[in-house]
């Protein structure tokens, strides 16, 4: 990835994680809070996906390394506000609710908001994937002591803290990696409800026997890693609640 924007003059960043989603991006993307910032990160589409987003007034990056943590940390690495959001580009999640997600970053409610996926039909979340989230949600209490009931691919949190992390993992163990960092550098970490509809065309991840695996072999790895030595504080503006 070689494409640099100049800094955004909004407050807020928002990767959008892309691989053939032609069909769900112009909901996406006509979703997306006034005034901030779309970037979308396509990692390998042959459907157009790419010049539907430009079109569409998105920023567009082509990560040519495969892989959803690929396509994330090129977003977040590409991103200039402050805060940066990211949320799945297949029409599950509604990009409208970003606001009630970044806000707690923004006024130092939180360091770390994930939006904790409530599903508006039993279609929208296969019974195998419900399950696989409740055993998630054991191994990272047991690992990091957070009571959380959802991985969350809707977040929000401050562009440098998150950089300060030094996020390595290129796959599907991404947002766990990020979310045990996080926790392991004291960070303040909240969830907050939003709906969660079937989603546009085929999971990459659960819709398919391997990628149910591979996102679990990836994310046994992050759990397998080491507290980190030092902490990465998250940086919340002076006189913020907390």
């Known amino acids: 990835m070689t494409e640099t924007f100049p800094p955004s003059p909004a407050p807020v960043d928002v990767v959008l994680p892309c691989l053939d989603e032609a069909e769900a991006l112009p909901w996406v993307l006509e979703r997306i809070p006034s005034g901030w910032r779309a970037i979308v990160v396509d990692n ?3 459907d157009g996906s790419a010049d539907i987003a ?7 990056l082509h990560e040519p390394r495969r892989g ?19 949320c799945d580009c297949d029409a599950s999640l509604d990009p409208a609710r970003l606001p009630a997600i970044a806000g707690l970053v923004l ?3 939180a360091d770390l908001v994930l939006g904790r996926r409530r599903p508006v039909t039993r279609h929208a979340w ?9 055993e998630l949600a054991r191994l990272i209490h047991r690992r990091t002591g957070l009571r959380l009931h959802d991985l969350g691919p809707m977040r929000a949190a401050r562009r440098r803290p998150l950089l300060a992390l030094n996020l390595t993992d290129r796959r599907s163990g991404y947002p766990l990696q990020m979310l045990v960092r996080a926790a392991d550098a004291g960070w303040q970490v909240m969830e907050t409800d939003v709906p969660y509809r079937p989603r546009t065309g085929r999971s990459k991840v659960t819709g398919t026997w391997r990628g149910t695996w591979q996102a679990v072999r990836d994310m046994r790895a992050v759990l397998a890693e080491r ?5 990465v504080h998250a940086e919340t ?3 913020a609640g907390r």
């Open 68 to 86: 959803f943590g690929a396509a994330c940390h090129a977003g977040l690495t590409a991103a200039t506000a402050d805060v940066v959001c990211f």
């Open 126 to 134: 296969p019974l195998h994937a419900r399950l696989a989230n409740l």
């Open 107 to 109: 006024d130092g409610s």
């Open 227 to 231: 507290p980190a030595a030092g902490k």
């Open 237 to 239: 503006p002076r006189g």
């Open 54 to 60: 430009r079109s569409l007034g998105a920023h567009v």
């Open 44 to 46: 390998g589409s042959t």
